[in-house]
């Protein structure tokens, strides 16, 4: 356990340096989501793995600066998870089979549940976002 938050500690530190970085950011963004969506409905939230694909929108749609009303540390805490989902050699290596991937689990978890109102207030803002995106409006007629 003690290498555990050792290694999501430097996490951390990785996470913050990251995040003023916008193409390293969106690299990371891209491998976390590439190793979750594999047949994972990316709007179906009650899931693990939805869960994370929305934490996953949430940092991007920060990065984009479409949605701001995200706090520095809930970014750390996302950014921290999806490097330490991303690290194959972190406190349980993903090279084992099973319980590699145990570690990124618990992990995870514990990021969603220490951020659940910040995604929470996000899932609301992107429905509402997509409700107006799917307000399409007339086009004004031209002059006869």
């Not at 990371?28 to 929305?54: E, F, I, M, Q, Y």
């Not at 479409?66 to 996302?78: A, D």
Request: aromatic share 4%; glycine share 6%.
């Amino acid at each position: 356990m003690k290498s555990l938050n050792k290694t999501l500690g430097n996490a951390k530190s990785k996470a913050a340096a990251l995040l003023g970085d916008r193409d390293k950011t969106v690299r990371l963004l891209d491998a976390s989501r590439h190793l979750l969506s594999r047949g994972v409905d990316p709007l179906d939230t009650k899931g693990l793995s939805g869960r994370v694909l929305a934490l996953i929108r949430m940092v991007r749609c920060w990065v984009n600066r479409e949605y701001k009303e995200v706090p520095w540390q809930t970014l750390v805490l996302v950014t921290a998870g999806l490097i330490y989902l991303v690290t194959p050699l972190d406190g349980i290596p993903d090279l084992l089979p099973l319980i590699g991937f145990s570690d990124d689990i618990a992990v995870l978890s514990a990021v969603i549940v220490s951020v659940s109102r910040d995604l929470e207030k996000f899932l609301e803002w992107e429905k509402s976002s997509m409700a107006q995106a799917d307000v399409v409006e007339p086009e004004p007629e031209e002059p006869a």
